[in-house]
């Protein structure tokens, strides 16, 4: 294996310092699925085109990467959130009267979205189905290293999607995908005749955004929510998979509701950062941390888009 040559630790400032544990929450939470725990407590991933180092020390986080990688801290900034742009939605989302809201965020200060590529996004969503956080970062590590570009260290971006459409089924079963082979092989032929597909995919609404990413093969509701918030940085996106569920359910008194209607109810009632406001439920929920008691009083169900 080629060794690399890291940079020293160095601090990198953000605007709200968060924990050890925060920092294994954004990057092993269910948002990105190539960051992987050092025996030292550091954490090494890669994003994008961009391999890196994070740890949480005496600076405040800390990071490091390949020395011949000048621009990585610039793009570890961008992915951390380091200006703070979050840090203003989330003191206007409704905490002061949302006691659960409360709770969940008290629980994870300083939770952040990753603000990560679109096509790396996609990939990792496209495995998730019926699987678990671990599972999908094997199948994502697989498919970098059996197809991907090597960036040194034994370390590989993600395959592009034109390798991925010429790949052979035993390489992709050796990925452990399963059925979701036939999505990324269908998805892939077609995203590769669209090599400006991000681009173009940005210009849309939130709206048009999510329906798009639906004529994709094997993306539904939650997978485009899911793209729409962490590739596309649509904070507004609310994604409802069976913990937001059992959260909405049991919180907030939203029993038996169907998940379209939940992702109403969070657009409605979180507002311009939902997406932000469900990380946090999401996170407090996994934890154990929720209050089991409806939080508010909602008389009415919000009417469907359709």
Known sequence: MESLAWTPWRPLRLHTDIS???LTEQLDGGQSFRWAAQPNGSWTGVFGQTLARLRTGKQGLEWSAPVADAAAEERLCEYLDA????ARLAEALPWRSDSVLRAAMAANPG????RQDPHETLIGFLCSSNKRILQIRVMVAALAS?????????????PTWAVLAAADDEILRSCSLG???AYIRETAKIL???PQWAADFAKL????????LQELPGVGPKVAACVTLFGFARLESFPVDTWVVQALSSAYGLKGWK???LEEFGRLHFGPAAGLAQQFIFSAARQGVLPAAPALETKTRPKSRK
């Open 146 to 158: 059996k197809l991907g570009r090597p960036l040194g260290g034994g370390f590989y971006a993600l």
């Open 192 to 194: 590769k005749q669209r």
């Open 20 to 22: 050890a544990e925060i």
């Open 111 to 114: 939770l952040r979205i990753l």
């Open 205 to 212: 609404t939130t709206p048009e955004l999510m329906a798009t």
């Open 179 to 181: 059925y979701r082979a």
């Open 83 to 86: 200006e703070g742009k979050q």
């Open 259 to 261: 998940p379209e209607r």
